[in-house]
Nanobody, 129 residues
């Protein structure tokens, strides 16, 4: 059973930055995607960014391109989401997900909640002036 834990959520002003972290034993399931999702009350969980554990491939939602960067550290078994130029619309609970799709066809699946097997409990990000 993969256990994932997010950290780094906080309250910041518009234009600010945060770095979210995701830790978990054996998080680095071979040749799959890991991802960050976010959710606000009354809305579906939205794929924010994903990274292939086999290396190299990343995806981003259009709303965060150029502002957010997903990365991973194999040695530390950690995944990160660097969030810059935060906007009030980025306010949400952010979730780490693992055991996602493989590389084939991933451009059509990486953002789908049902494509991932394992989830953390979330960390709250609030962007407000």
């Amino acid at each position: 059973q993969v256990q994932l834990m997010e950290s780094g959520g906080d309250s910041v002003r518009p234009g600010g930055s945060l770095r979210l972290s995701c830790a978990g034993a054996e998080y680095n399931i071979k040749s799959t995607f890991m991802a960050w999702f976010r959710q606000t009350p009354g809305k579906e969980r939205e794929g924010v960014a994903a990274i292939y554990t086999g290396g190299g491939t990343t995806f981003y939602a259009d709303s965060v391109k150029g502002r957010f960067t997903i990365s991973q550290d194999y040695d530390k078994e950690m995944m990160y989401l660097q969030m810059n130029s935060l906007e009030p619309e980025d306010t949400a609970m952010y979730y780490c997900a693992a055991g996602g799709p493989d590389l084939f066809g991933s451009d059509r699946t990486w953002y789908k909640e049902r494509a991932y097997k394992f989830w953390g409990r979330g960390t709250q990000v609030t962007v407000s002036s």
